[in-house]
């Protein structure tokens, strides 16, 4: 018997999935519907073409919450190389975000720790102004 669809979920992007980005978000299909700006604790790190975030401490991470179809978190899952084992470049976690007033739960692609050692901080916690 076939399964329903699962429904449509929220994700936090900070890097090059945001508006204007390399990979923009708006570039998949259907269409994520932009929800609002948010921010959420964690630290920023310049992995090059992209950064990475790390969740939780006292920095803060400055991001887009979207509304995504189930298709589009799997083109996610693909782009941002998450593993079902946890040894992929990013790990697909669920946080609530502040979103004006609203309290949203959203997936936040936390990147592996392995992957930051060596790398420098974006102090700013917001890649476009880096």
């Not at 929220?10 to 508006?19: K, N, Q, S």
């Not at 470049?89 to 992957?115: F, N, T």
Request: charged share 25%; proline share 6%; hydrophobic share 35%.
């Amino acid at each position: 018997m076939p399964q329903p669809p699962l429904a449509d979920r929220h994700v936090f992007v900070y890097g090059t999935l945001r508006a204007g980005g390399s990979n923009d978000i708006a570039r998949y299909h259907p269409r994520p519907q932009r929800v609002g700006d948010g921010v959420i604790a964690g630290t920023l790190y310049d992995l090059g073409p992209y950064p990475g975030a790390v969740l939780g401490g006292e920095g803060r991470i400055v991001g887009e919450v979207y509304r995504v179809t189930q298709d589009v978190e799997v083109e996610l899952d693909l782009l941002e190389g998450v593993m079902a084992d946890g040894s992929g470049e990013y790990l697909k976690r669920e946080l609530d975000v502040m979103v004006g007033a609203a309290r949203l739960r959203c997936l936040v692609y936390e990147i592996h720790p392995s992957r930051i050692e060596g790398r420098r901080s974006i102090d700013s916690g917001d890649w476009l102004i880096r």
